[in-house]
Structures are given as C-alpha cells and as structure tokens.
C-alpha cells in the first residue's frame, strides 16, 4: 500500500522542512548581513511553488477523492468546505498568536551587531520562547502538510517541504535574536531556534497515528483540501508580506512567478 511505503520519507521530510529553522539561525550568527534580495526573492518563490501546486495540484486531488466517494455534488462542495476550512483553522491559530510575538515579525542579522537596539533581558527571553511557541503552533499543521503531501506523491511532498523549509529560515532568525540578546549565549539560541521546528515532524506523527487506522478517500480527501486552503492562507498572509519587507517589492512577485513555473514545469514532467 502506498501509505506504508511513503511513511519513511514523510517523516523525513517533514523532520528536513521543520529543522531548517536552524539555518536561519546560521545566518544571523554567522553572516554580517541579510541578504534582502535574497531572501525576498526566496521566500516569493516558496510562496509561488505553494499557491500553484495549492490550487493546480492538491485541490483537485481532493475533489477527485471526494467526488468518488460522495458523488459529483456533494464531493464538490465537501472539496470547498473543506479548503475553506483549513483556512479557517490557521487564521485561528494566527489570530490566537499575541502580535508581539508573532514568529513573521522580520528581523535581520544586523541587529546582531546593535545591541542599543535591545533592552530588559526578561522581555527579551520571554519574546524568545513565546515566538519558539508561535513558530511550533505554526509549524504543526505545515508538517501535516508535508506529510499528508507525501503519501499521496512523493514528487509532490518533496516540493512542499523545500517551499516550506525556506519558509521557516525567516522564523529562525526570529527565534535567535532575542534569545542571544537576553542570554548572550548563541548556542542556546540556536539550540532553541532549531528545536522548534520539531512540531513540523510531531505534526506528521500525530497525522500518522490518527489517520492510520480509518484512512480512505473521504478522509484523504478531507484533509488535502484542508491543507491546500493552510498552504495558500500560509503563503498570502505570511510569505508575501515577508518577502516584501525584505526586499524590493518586484522581486517577491518575479520569486513568486519563478517558483509558480519551477512548480508547473515539475508536474508536467512528473506527468
């Protein structure tokens, strides 16, 4: 059964995507500057490569699914219902994260080197753990992402999980900075920031044991238009206004046109 043989690199894939929050934490310890255009051009593409295969790919795999096993109607409107909802369910989560603490607040290696910047060590380390929370409650439905991705098709959860893991480079350096300033210990910031992309791989875990034992073509269908509304909510609420910040504001879009055609090319050829 494809589930079985799939599970292995599911697992690993999403434990790749969640730990990349690590090289952001390379990057703001061991670089002088962030590399704006870079990073805005990255963070576009990875929004591009989640909105295309979003809509193009992963939706109508799910109405394929629900279609066959409730009808052309109600498969339908089950396949909407359900992309809506997983919009719905990371717009909570979002909303539940105070602002302060909010892991896509952008921060840049530079401050590093400007300590006037930072002041009151304990607000610091509570800003620290906090945004390490907020990055693991965010990380956790990408990882059912991920996973969910990559038992249906390999090809297609292997492009998700690089999407998403230049995704979370921005919410290591999040993590890093006011750690290191509280602290003034780089490795316990980095060890922080890279331990809190392990709710990426609990996410897949916790998928595996509740779906395991009842998975079919209406759960499978369920919860891929659920992830395709989390992907695209992920990818307009967080990447773009990301990658704008970071950079100049066309180089986002040309990222996010790259990345839709990268994605494009890669199906057809998987085809």
């Given at each position: 059964?494809?589930?079985?043989n799939n599970v292995l690199l599911a697992f690993g894939l999403t434990l790749f995507a969640g730990?990349?929050?690590g090289i952001g934490s390379v990057l703001a310890f061991f670089?002088?500057?962030t590399n704006t255009k870079f990073l805005s051009i990255a963070l576009g593409f990875s929004a591009g490569v989640m909105i295309y295969v979003s809509m193009i790919e992963?939706?109508?795999k799910a109405q394929d699914s629900l279609v066959t096993a409730l009808g052309s109607k109600a498969g339908s409107w089950a396949t909407v219902?359900?992309?809506?909802?997983g919009i719905i369910f990371i717009a909570v989560i979002d909303k539940l994260i105070p602002s302060i603490e909010?892991?896509?607040?952008?921060?840049?290696v530079e401050q590093i080197n400007n300590p006037q910047m930072y002041h009151r060590?304990?607000?610091?380390?509570?800003m620290g753990l906090f945004t390490a929370l907020a990055i693991g409650i965010h990380n956790f439905p990408e990882g059912l992402a991920t996973f969910a991705s990559t038992i249906k098709d390999p090809g297609l959860g292997v492009a998700i999980a690089i999407a998403i893991a230049i995704h979370n480079i921005p919410e290591g350096i999040a993590v890093s900075i006011?750690?290191?300033?509280?602290?003034?210990?780089?490795?316990?910031a980095f060890r922080l920031s890279f331990l809190s992309g392990l709710s990426e791989p609990v996410g897949a875990v916790i998928g595996y044991v509740l779906l395991r034992s009842f998975f079919n073509d209406v759960v499978f269908g369920v919860l891929f238009a659920g992830v395709a509304g989390i992907m695209v909510f992920i990818s307009l609420d967080e990447l773009l206004p990301t990658a704008r910040e970071y950079g100049e504001p066309h180089l986002s879009i040309y990222g996010l046109i790259a990345g839709m055609m990268v994605m494009a090319v890669s199906l057809l050829l998987f085809i």
């Open positions: 059964m494809e589930w079985d730990l990349s929050t670089t002088k500057r992963i939706f109508f219902a359900a992309f809506f909802g909010n892991p896509h607040e952008i921060k840049k060590k304990n607000k610091l380390m509570r006011p750690v290191y300033f509280a602290t003034g210990d780089k490795k316990k």
